[in-house]
């Protein structure tokens, strides 16, 4: 089944034209897509145009099709009841999208009865349980702190829990382990591969770290200036990628065997 | 040659004496010496940030003494300490968090280039435009407010404001980890290249472990508010010794093992929150821990220059001590 198709998609922003130009892609149930490319290119734009949540201002033109219907046509209410349930967003910067004084527990309580778990009793089960699929293993101290008790990476992994939470059919995930440490990086590649496994989660996500891309995903987008430049099997954009951008941006990994940078 | 920034036995718990105590950092010691750059890499929340907000008095320091430029500057006033920040610049975590939102992105170059006296007002513009191109950004962006550039375009403002004023020290909390690799490259070489025309030195904290090998000399390796290793960044993955340095370099992924890497899993109790109050930080997940490491806590040993380590069960070079 098709998740999502979008056809000649153009996205600019009040008085900033071009933030995406003619994106035409189709993704298929239960694939991940690994979306690449260069910082401003437009990936968060385009993440943020399928769950309805670019600001006012912004334009779209051409076809945006989610599970078989037109997202520009959704009313607001519709919207509503997708985000979190259907579709989930892990944000680049998901302490920007947190209540800053609130505890992080409440916020999470709160995101849990809007989706219809009713008693506190269980929401915390199932809020301990996420936490420590990312590690977050004091669960009850992050879930007593404020966002900003958290560190970085600790409010990442909140976004992250959350957004697994509802197994949602579509997984968006900006970014979602730039600021992680290794070894919580591969827990989490893990837990949205699981996510996959068991409940044929479709994962559509941005990141600049090119070998969680090239590891999770069966599919890889590459972005430049508003345009998708290219997009393939994994194996193929990795190892024989047609464009110039591509081989541009596989050649600037830096690598642990490299020499020390002299400028 | 004295270092321009020490660390000596530095401190941090927040919310003591209540049930959620954190004990962020603790007994922390580092020296730095000026046009060195030393990174710190480890585990997310084992407290990189709070070191770097204790030196930059974000924070304050619940025990143990910093030291810059050969002042103590713990417990300095308000005055002396806008006289040291002026040489010590940050680049934080979450970009978002040091501007104003309704200041367009070049005021926000120009004012720091006026305020601490790099240039005139009517030069600053002009300057301003200059630090866009040198960190990848149209120029034309500078009329922008905040919200409206990407997170990667953000962070580069940032970190081309904290260079524009000429401090000594640059601390930079993953200063590159929003940015594309080949952006993220650029930006490395202008650091390289800065560093050495004006004698900066920089303190680098990431999570990506190539590129902080790439830029720093020395790595400082965290784990549950503690250093437990310290060493020469091209020794890193062969002549490390920390079990945990190790832990780091194995849960990497490269492209090239796509499909290869398995992914080691570790289940830690729900009640674990790394802070052992006996013996070693790392204990609980380590796979050498013996009764000793659960009983004594391990100190910080040399085992070569700069070569340290905190660990009673080191692999250096391979094998067992
Ligand atoms: N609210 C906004 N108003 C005006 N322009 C915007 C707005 N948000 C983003 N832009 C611009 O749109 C373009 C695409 O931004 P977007 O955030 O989608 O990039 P990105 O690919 O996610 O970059 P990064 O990797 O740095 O996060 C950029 O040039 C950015 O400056
Ligand atoms: N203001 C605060 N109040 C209470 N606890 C705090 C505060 N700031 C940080 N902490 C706690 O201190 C610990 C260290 O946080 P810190 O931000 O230094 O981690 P970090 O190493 O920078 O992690 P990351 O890589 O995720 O950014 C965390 O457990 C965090 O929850
Ligand atoms: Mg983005
Ligand atoms: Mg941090």
Redesign the pocket.
Known sequence: MEILKLEHASITYDGVKDAVRDVSLSVEEGQIVGIVGESGSGKSTLLHSILGLLPRGAATKGRFELFGKDIRSMSEKDLLRMRGQDVAMIFQDTGRYMNPISRVGKQYTEFLQVHGMKSKQECREVEREMLSRVHLHDADRVLH?YP???????R?RVGIAMAMTLRPKLLLADEPTS???VTVQAQVVFEMMELRRKYGTTIIMVTHNMGVAAYMSDVIGVMQHGKMVEWGKTEDVISHPTQEYTKALLGSIVELGDKRMTG | MEPILELKNVSKI??AGTAHE?P??RDVSLQVMPGDSVGIV??????????A?MVTKL?DITSGEIWFDGENITRIGEKETRNVYRKIQMVF?DPYSVFSPRMQVGTFLEEGLVHFGICSRPEARKQAAEWMERVELSPELMERLPHQLSGGQLQRVVIARAISIRPKLIIL??ATSALDVSVQKQVLKLLVRLQKELNLTYLF?G?DLAVVRSLCERIAV?YA?QIVEVFDSEDLGHNTGHPYTQKLLGSVFSIHDRNQKEIQLETLSMEDSGYEKQGCVYQKRCPHATEKCRTEQPVMEACGTPHRIACWHPLCGGHHH
């Not at chain 1, 900003?148 to 600790?154: K, T, W």
């Open positions: 702190s900003f008790e958290l560190s970085g990476g600790m990442q600021a992680l440490d | 927040f919310g954190v962020a950092v480890g585990e997310s929340g084992c407290g990189k940030s709070t070191v907000r924070t975590q909390d993953e904290i999570h965290m508010g």
